[in-house]
Protein backbone atom coordinates (compact mmCIF):
# COMPACT_ATOMS: atom_id res chain seq x y z
CA UNK A 1 0.00 0.00 0.00
CA UNK A 2 1.43 3.38 -0.70
CA UNK A 3 2.22 6.11 2.06
CA UNK A 4 -0.67 8.76 3.61
CA UNK A 5 0.89 11.24 0.86
CA UNK A 6 -0.52 8.74 -1.89
CA UNK A 7 -3.80 7.59 -0.34
CA UNK A 8 -6.37 4.95 -2.61
CA UNK A 9 -10.18 5.45 -1.79
CA UNK A 10 -11.69 1.69 -3.23
CA UNK A 11 -15.01 1.88 -5.45
CA UNK A 12 -17.59 -0.63 -4.95
CA UNK A 13 -19.97 -0.36 -8.19
CA UNK A 14 -22.90 -1.63 -6.73
CA UNK A 15 -25.04 -0.23 -9.97
CA UNK A 16 -26.80 -3.22 -11.52
CA UNK A 17 -29.61 -5.90 -11.17
CA UNK A 18 -29.34 -9.37 -12.34
CA UNK A 19 -31.88 -10.08 -15.33
CA UNK A 20 -31.15 -13.99 -14.78
CA UNK A 21 -32.11 -13.72 -10.71
CA UNK A 22 -35.27 -11.67 -10.68
CA UNK A 23 -34.04 -8.39 -11.41
CA UNK A 24 -32.33 -8.78 -7.82
CA UNK A 25 -30.14 -6.36 -6.47
CA UNK A 26 -26.80 -8.04 -7.57
CA UNK A 27 -24.97 -6.55 -4.11
CA UNK A 28 -27.83 -7.74 -1.85
CA UNK A 29 -28.21 -11.26 -3.36
CA UNK A 30 -26.98 -13.73 -0.26
CA UNK A 31 -23.71 -15.79 -0.95
CA UNK A 32 -23.39 -18.43 2.46
CA UNK A 33 -25.80 -16.15 3.99
CA UNK A 34 -24.10 -12.82 3.75
CA UNK A 35 -24.86 -10.34 0.96
CA UNK A 36 -22.77 -10.14 -2.27
CA UNK A 37 -21.92 -6.48 -1.34
CA UNK A 38 -20.26 -7.79 2.64
CA UNK A 39 -18.10 -10.21 0.83
CA UNK A 40 -16.52 -7.70 -1.70
CA UNK A 41 -16.31 -5.25 1.07
CA UNK A 42 -14.31 -7.33 3.51
CA UNK A 43 -11.92 -7.90 1.36
CA UNK A 44 -11.57 -4.51 -0.24
CA UNK A 45 -11.49 -2.17 2.89
CA UNK A 46 -7.80 -3.80 4.43
CA UNK A 47 -6.58 -2.97 1.10
CA UNK A 48 -7.97 0.87 1.12
CA UNK A 49 -7.72 4.28 3.25
CA UNK A 50 -11.30 4.39 2.98
CA UNK A 51 -14.40 3.19 0.80
CA UNK A 52 -17.21 5.13 -1.56
CA UNK A 53 -20.06 3.12 -3.13
CA UNK A 54 -20.85 3.99 -6.62
CA UNK A 55 -24.71 3.65 -7.47
CA UNK A 56 -27.66 5.33 -9.00
CA UNK A 57 -30.18 3.37 -6.53
CA UNK A 58 -31.47 4.93 -3.06
CA UNK A 59 -31.22 1.80 -1.32
CA UNK A 60 -32.01 1.66 2.64
CA UNK A 61 -29.49 -1.46 2.32
CA UNK A 62 -26.47 0.47 0.65
CA UNK A 63 -27.42 3.49 3.24
CA UNK A 64 -27.42 1.25 6.06
CA UNK A 65 -22.83 0.56 6.09
CA UNK A 66 -22.75 4.51 6.38
CA UNK A 67 -20.17 4.82 3.60
CA UNK A 68 -20.64 7.54 0.63
CA UNK A 69 -23.16 6.80 -1.84
CA UNK A 70 -22.13 8.42 -5.39
CA UNK A 71 -24.74 8.25 -7.70
CA UNK A 72 -23.59 9.31 -11.30
CA UNK A 73 -23.24 13.29 -11.96
CA UNK A 74 -23.89 12.89 -16.08
CA UNK A 75 -27.68 12.13 -16.85
CA UNK A 76 -28.49 9.18 -18.84
CA UNK A 77 -27.16 5.69 -17.20
CA UNK A 78 -23.82 5.71 -19.21
CA UNK A 79 -22.07 2.64 -17.46
CA UNK A 80 -19.53 2.19 -15.45
CA UNK A 81 -16.86 5.22 -16.48
CA UNK A 82 -19.73 7.41 -15.77
CA UNK A 83 -19.78 6.03 -12.27
CA UNK A 84 -15.74 6.47 -11.98
CA UNK A 85 -15.82 9.65 -13.31
CA UNK A 86 -18.43 10.73 -10.53
CA UNK A 87 -16.58 8.99 -7.93
CA UNK A 88 -12.83 10.66 -9.22
CA UNK A 89 -15.67 14.22 -9.26
CA UNK A 90 -16.40 12.94 -5.06
CA UNK A 91 -12.85 12.39 -4.11
CA UNK A 92 -11.33 15.60 -5.60
CA UNK A 93 -13.84 17.48 -4.00
CA UNK A 94 -13.90 15.79 -0.70
CA UNK A 95 -10.29 14.34 -0.32
CA UNK A 96 -8.32 16.32 -2.14
CA UNK A 97 -5.20 14.90 -1.01
CA UNK A 98 -6.40 11.41 -2.68
CA UNK A 99 -4.77 10.64 -6.01
CA UNK A 100 -6.15 6.97 -6.62
CA UNK A 101 -8.96 4.92 -7.01
CA UNK A 102 -9.47 1.45 -7.32
CA UNK A 103 -12.46 -0.43 -8.42
CA UNK A 104 -14.29 -3.14 -7.91
CA UNK A 105 -17.90 -4.45 -9.14
CA UNK A 106 -20.27 -5.90 -6.35
CA UNK A 107 -20.51 -9.18 -8.07
CA UNK A 108 -16.73 -10.64 -7.49
CA UNK A 109 -16.65 -12.25 -3.92
CA UNK A 110 -13.57 -13.69 -4.44
CA UNK A 111 -11.07 -10.59 -5.19
CA UNK A 112 -7.66 -11.16 -4.30
CA UNK A 113 -6.50 -9.62 -0.79
CA UNK A 114 -3.09 -7.90 -2.53
CA UNK A 115 -4.67 -6.93 -5.70
CA UNK A 116 -4.69 -2.93 -4.39
CA UNK A 117 -1.11 -3.46 -3.63
CA UNK A 118 -0.49 -5.50 -6.96
CA UNK A 119 -2.36 -2.86 -9.12
CA UNK A 120 -0.23 0.10 -7.40
CA UNK A 121 3.44 -2.05 -8.16
CA UNK A 122 2.67 -2.97 -11.64
CA UNK A 123 1.67 0.51 -12.44
CA UNK A 124 4.99 1.93 -10.39
CA UNK A 125 7.05 -1.04 -12.22
CA UNK A 126 5.48 -0.23 -15.63
CA UNK A 127 5.81 3.76 -15.62
CA UNK A 128 2.00 3.13 -16.79
CA UNK A 129 -1.24 5.50 -16.61
CA UNK A 130 -3.53 2.77 -15.50
CA UNK A 131 -3.03 -0.50 -14.10
CA UNK A 132 -6.02 -2.67 -14.92
CA UNK A 133 -6.49 -7.01 -13.52
CA UNK A 134 -6.00 -9.94 -15.67
CA UNK A 135 -6.78 -13.56 -14.87
CA UNK A 136 -6.72 -16.83 -17.50
CA UNK A 137 -6.08 -14.45 -20.24
CA UNK A 138 -8.67 -12.19 -19.34
CA UNK A 139 -8.85 -8.55 -18.75
CA UNK A 140 -11.37 -7.37 -16.58
CA UNK A 141 -11.40 -4.19 -16.94
CA UNK A 142 -13.68 -2.66 -14.09
CA UNK A 143 -10.69 -4.09 -12.05
CA UNK A 144 -8.39 -1.47 -11.92
CA UNK A 145 -6.56 1.45 -10.15
CA UNK A 146 -7.00 4.91 -11.40
CA UNK A 147 -5.57 8.03 -11.46
CA UNK A 148 -7.24 11.24 -10.11
CA UNK A 149 -5.51 13.47 -12.47
CA UNK A 150 -7.37 11.98 -15.59
CA UNK A 151 -10.67 13.40 -13.99
CA UNK A 152 -10.75 15.59 -16.87
CA UNK A 153 -10.23 13.64 -19.49
CA UNK A 154 -12.16 11.22 -18.16
CA UNK A 155 -14.86 13.74 -18.87
CA UNK A 156 -14.55 14.64 -21.86
CA UNK A 157 -14.50 11.55 -23.37
CA UNK A 158 -17.75 11.02 -21.87
CA UNK A 159 -20.05 13.82 -22.63
CA UNK A 160 -17.93 15.23 -25.96
CA UNK A 161 -16.47 11.82 -27.78
CA UNK A 162 -19.71 9.78 -26.40
CA UNK A 163 -17.26 7.04 -25.47
CA UNK A 164 -18.96 4.32 -23.18
CA UNK A 165 -16.67 1.36 -23.14
CA UNK A 166 -13.46 1.05 -20.66
CA UNK A 167 -11.13 -0.55 -23.00
CA UNK A 168 -11.78 2.51 -25.58
CA UNK A 169 -11.31 5.37 -23.66
CA UNK A 170 -8.26 3.23 -21.58
CA UNK A 171 -6.58 2.58 -24.94
CA UNK A 172 -5.61 5.94 -25.72
CA UNK A 173 -3.23 5.89 -22.33
CA UNK A 174 -0.13 3.61 -20.97
CA UNK A 175 -2.26 0.69 -19.27
CA UNK A 176 -0.21 -2.30 -17.04
CA UNK A 177 -2.04 -5.76 -17.14
CA UNK A 178 -0.98 -7.50 -13.39
CA UNK A 179 -2.00 -11.13 -13.55
CA UNK A 180 -3.65 -12.89 -10.80
CA UNK A 181 -3.55 -16.28 -12.54
CA UNK A 182 -1.58 -18.33 -10.26
CA UNK A 183 -4.93 -18.97 -7.99
CA UNK A 184 -6.52 -21.73 -8.24
CA UNK A 185 -9.74 -20.11 -8.33
CA UNK A 186 -9.95 -17.45 -10.88
CA UNK A 187 -10.06 -14.63 -8.28
CA UNK A 188 -12.59 -12.47 -10.70
CA UNK A 189 -15.25 -15.30 -10.86
CA UNK A 190 -18.16 -13.07 -11.10
CA UNK A 191 -22.15 -14.21 -10.00
CA UNK A 192 -24.89 -13.37 -12.99
CA UNK A 193 -26.81 -16.20 -12.56
CA UNK A 194 -28.31 -19.23 -9.70
CA UNK A 195 -25.88 -21.55 -11.54
CA UNK A 196 -22.74 -19.08 -10.59
CA UNK A 197 -24.26 -18.85 -7.11
CA UNK A 198 -24.49 -22.33 -6.63
CA UNK A 199 -20.76 -22.51 -8.04
CA UNK A 200 -19.57 -19.98 -5.75
CA UNK A 201 -21.16 -21.89 -2.46
CA UNK A 202 -19.44 -25.06 -3.48
CA UNK A 203 -15.97 -23.04 -3.44
CA UNK A 204 -16.49 -21.11 -0.49
CA UNK A 205 -16.80 -25.02 0.94
CA UNK A 206 -13.32 -25.80 0.13
CA UNK A 207 -11.60 -23.18 1.77
CA UNK A 208 -7.81 -24.59 -0.35
CA UNK A 209 -9.54 -23.08 -3.54
CA UNK A 210 -10.53 -20.00 -2.16
CA UNK A 211 -8.15 -17.15 -3.15
CA UNK A 212 -6.51 -15.78 -0.16
Known amino acids: MPNNSNK ?23 LAHKPLFEHVLERLSP ?4 IIISSNKESQ ?3 SYDLPI ?12 AGLLACMQWVRKHQPGVQ ?24 LENTADIACATSNGRTHP ?16 LSKENIRKIDLWTSRYKVSLPDFSDSLLDPFYNINCHEDLVHAEALLRKPNENTA
Open 100 to 123: WIASVPVDTPFIPQNLVSTLYQSM
Open 61 to 63: QLS
Open 70 to 81: IKDSLEGFLGPL
Open 8 to 30: IIGVILSGGLSRRMNNQDKGFIQ
Open 47 to 50: QCDS
Open 142 to 157: VIALWPIRLLDDLEAA
